[in-house]
């Protein structure tokens, strides 16, 4: 689904990122975790062509991000749900519009009740009419998670999603990544959480990659 | 581009609408410059209309007749006007032809040098009006025998003065045509520049729409149909109180038909409704371009 091949990246000064290779086979449930700065956020941009890598290859549903005109990228983005680290609403329109936001740019009509579904899903049922800023930080990262399966993806990409959350609330929204995953659903989930992660090895077969020193290592079991 | 685009733009999209924030002083910027340059625009229109009108006017009036002017010794003025109404009256393709009475002479001349014109002290040249057939006549051939009958008559088809009026009456309307090409254009200046504005306001708005896989066309969209409506609507207001203003021009009719109003007339009262559809669509086109170039810009 996602397959990188030497890829390195730059945001113009020396390399953040170097030399990486990497492959998401459908239906992974694949942990990034470093320490802050070490490019998790720039690796999962890469991987939503938000950014394009400076060197190497990379492949997102078998095509070659070079070659994907702004409208291919749009149409790749529909098969990915993204959680970005800072949410990314439309703080003017209320929670649902937001919520179905997805849908509506591919000129789809997102069921009500689906919505309804979600919104319970990810326990937000009351805040549908809430405008996003009336939100807490952990209300938008469950509602981020809910944008980001509304068009049922193939991938689900998460940037922290546990960042602004206290543990219970963590190890919920770890818990709908799971289902998620257990739908057939490729997961790659950023955080430099290491409790989430050994929390979630005791659901899921999930493997652990590491950014250290500008390269990315599959970690062992020792976390 | 689709005709589908336009057809969109009327349709509408409440959803789609919703995604670009209501911002307030694009918005009023872009009516207002639409409601100005529209009531300009009327202005102009009124004035290349009415050049337009003036040039047939001249034209018509003064194609059908000409005038024999005779220079002579008062002595010889009597013979050589008859001889020139002689020859006048032989010469195929004249319908008819008419010395001119003092009186008429006078009045002619009155509102050029005053009434106290000393009609008789000066050496005032003795006219002939001459009315054309529908068949026309051989001008050189007339000018060659008035040479050879009557050597003060100069034949005067007022070809000679009516040319650079139909001239200054076509530039007047090139005038007027170029003032509307130009209050299009710079409409669709500043409909660019607020279009930009908003697009730079609402980048974030326009990166979580590319983020959750909106295409250009998508966003674009949103943007052209707000500033096309904005536009659409600010003209209508200038397009009406530019008619107003119209409307209230004082009449120039009273000389004698030879000047025209610069109101419209008739059916000419249509033209300005074709403005807003206009305005409408430079708005249309100038916000699609600037959306797209701007997209690109942003992500
Ligand atoms: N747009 C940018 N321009 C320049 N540098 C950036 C930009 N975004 C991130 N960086 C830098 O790249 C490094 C990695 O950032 P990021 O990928 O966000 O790390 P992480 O998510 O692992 O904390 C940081 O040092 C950050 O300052
Ligand atoms: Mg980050």
Same mark, same amino acid.
């Given at each position: 689904?996602?397959?990188?091949?030497?890829?390195?990246?730059?945001?113009?000064?020396?390399?953040?990122?170097?030399?990486?290779?990497?492959?998401?086979?459908?239906?992974?449930?694949?942990?990034?975790?470093?320490?802050?700065?070490?490019?998790?956020?720039?690796?999962?941009?890469?991987?939503?062509?938000?950014?394009?890598?400076?060197?190497?290859?990379?492949?997102?549903?078998?095509?070659?991000?070079?070659?994907?005109?702004?409208?291919?990228?749009?149409?790749?983005?529909?098969?990915?749900?993204?959680?970005?680290?800072?949410?990314?609403?439309?703080?003017?329109?209320?929670?649902?519009?937001?919520?179905?936001?997805?849908?509506?740019?591919?000129?789809?009509?997102?069921?009500?009740?689906?919505?309804?579904?979600?919104?319970?899903?990810?326990?937000?049922?009351?805040?549908?009419?809430?405008?996003?800023?009336?939100?807490?930080?952990?209300?938008?990262?469950?509602?981020?998670?809910?944008?980001?399966?509304?068009?049922?993806?193939?991938?689900?990409?998460?940037?922290?999603?546990?960042?602004?959350?206290?543990?219970?609330?963590?190890?919920?929204?770890?818990?709908?990544?799971?289902?998620?995953?257990?739908?057939?659903?490729?997961?790659?989930?950023?955080?430099?959480?290491?409790?989430?992660?050994?929390?979630?090895?005791?659901?899921?077969?999930?493997?652990?990659?590491?950014?250290?020193?500008?390269?990315?290592?599959?970690?062992?079991?020792?976390? | 581009?689709?005709?589908?685009?336009?057809?969109?733009?009327?349709?509408?999209?409440?959803?789609?609408?919703?995604?670009?924030?209501?911002?307030?002083?694009? *918005?009023?910027?872009?009516?207002?410059?639409?409601?100005?340059?529209?009531?300009?625009?009327?202005?102009?229109?009124?004035?290349?209309?009415?050049?337009?009108?003036?040039?047939?006017?001249?034209?018509?009036?003064?194609?059908?007749?000409?005038?024999?002017?005779?220079?002579?010794?008062?002595?010889?003025?009597?013979?050589?006007?008859?001889?020139?109404?002689?020859?006048?009256?032989?010469?195929?393709?004249?319908?008819?032809?008419?010395?001119?009475?003092?009186?008429?002479?006078? *009045?002619?001349?009155?509102?050029?040098?005053?009434?106290?014109?000393?009609?008789?002290?000066?050496?005032?040249?003795?006219?002939?009006?001459?009315?054309?057939?529908?068949?026309?006549?051989?001008?050189?051939?007339?000018?060659?025998?008035?040479?050879?009958?009557?050597?003060?008559?100069?034949?005067?088809?007022?070809?000679?003065?009516?040319?650079?009026?139909?001239?200054?009456?076509?530039?007047?309307?090139?005038?007027?045509?170029?003032?509307?090409?130009?209050?299009?254009?710079?409409?669709?200046?500043?409909?660019?520049?607020?279009?930009?504005?908003?697009?730079?306001?609402?980048?974030?708005?326009?990166?979580?729409?590319?983020?959750?896989?909106?295409?250009?066309?998508?966003?674009?969209?949103?943007?052209?149909?707000?500033?096309?409506?904005?536009?659409?609507?600010?003209?209508?207001?200038?397009?009406?109180?530019?008619?107003?203003?119209?409307?209230?021009?004082?009449?120039?009719?009273?000389?004698?038909?030879?000047?025209?109003?610069?109101?419209?007339?008739?059916?000419?009262?249509?033209?300005?409704?074709?403005?807003?559809?206009?305005?409408?669509?430079?708005?249309?086109?100038?916000?699609?371009?600037?959306?797209?170039?701007?997209?690109?810009?942003?992500?």
């Amino acid at each position: 689904m996602i397959a990188f091949e030497n890829v390195a990246y730059s945001y113009g000064g020396g390399e953040l990122l170097s030399e990486v290779s990497l492959r998401l086979a459908p239906g992974s449930f694949h942990f990034l975790t470093g320490p802050s700065g070490a490019g998790k956020s720039t690796l999962l941009k890469l991987c939503y062509a938000e950014l394009l890598p400076t060197a190497g290859h990379i492949t997102l549903f078998d095509r070659d991000v070079h070659g994907l005109d702004r409208d291919e990228v749009a149409m790749l983005r529909r098969r990915m749900g993204v959680v970005h680290q800072d949410c990314q609403f439309l703080d003017h329109l209320p929670l649902t519009t937001n919520l179905t936001l997805p849908a509506a740019v591919s000129g789809r009509q997102a069921e009500a009740a689906d919505l309804k579904d979600l919104l319970g899903w990810v326990g937000l049922s009351r805040l549908g009419d809430a405008l996003p800023p009336q939100l807490s930080g952990g209300e938008r990262q469950r509602a981020a998670l809910a944008r980001a399966v509304i068009m049922s993806p193939d991938v689900v990409l998460a940037d922290e999603p546990t960042g602004n959350l206290d543990w219970d609330m963590s190890l919920r929204l770890l818990t709908l990544l799971v289902e998620l995953n257990k739908m057939g659903k490729t997961i790659l989930v950023a955080t430099h959480d290491l409790n989430l992660i050994r929390a979630a090895k005791q659901q899921v077969p999930a493997r652990v990659l590491r950014i250290s020193k500008r390269r990315l290592q599959l970690a062992g079991a020792d976390l | 581009m689709k005709f589908s685009a336009i057809t969109d733009i009327l349709r509408g999209d409440k959803q789609a609408d919703r995604v670009v924030p209501p911002s307030g002083h694009t *918005a009023w910027l872009t009516s207002f410059t639409a409601a100005a340059m529209t009531f300009l625009a009327v202005f102009a229109l009124a004035l290349s209309l009415a050049t337009g009108r003036l040039a047939d006017r001249w034209g018509d009036a003064l194609a059908h007749s000409a005038t024999v002017r005779i220079s002579a010794p008062t002595g010889q003025l009597d013979a050589q006007t008859r001889a020139v109404l002689d020859v006048l009256a032989t010469t195929p393709g004249i319908a008819r032809a008419r010395a001119m009475e003092d009186a008429e002479q006078r *009045a002619l001349l009155e509102p050029w040098f005053g009434p106290d014109l000393p009609l008789d002290a000066l050496p005032i040249p003795r006219l002939i009006e001459v009315t054309e057939s529908r068949e026309g006549y051989d001008s050189e051939g007339l000018r060659q025998r008035l040479a050879a009958e009557a050597p003060g008559a100069v034949l005067d088809d007022h070809t000679r003065w009516r040319r650079p009026l139909a001239v200054a009456a076509g530039r007047l309307r090139l005038l007027g045509v170029t003032s509307i090409l130009l209050i299009g254009g710079a409409m669709a200046a500043m409909i660019t520049l607020a279009a930009n504005a908003s697009l730079a306001a609402n980048s974030q708005v326009i990166r979580v729409l590319r983020l959750v896989g909106a295409r250009d066309a998508y966003i674009v969209r949103a943007f052209v149909r707000r500033f096309t409506l904005r536009a659409l609507a600010g003209s209508v207001v200038g397009a009406v109180l530019g008619m107003i203003g119209v409307a209230f021009l004082p009449a120039a009719d009273m000389a004698g038909g030879f000047l025209t109003g610069l109101g419209f007339q008739g059916s000419g009262w249509l033209w300005p409704f074709l403005l807003p559809p206009l305005a409408a669509m430079v708005a249309f086109f100038a916000t699609r371009f600037a959306a797209f170039r701007k997209l690109k810009e942003l992500t």
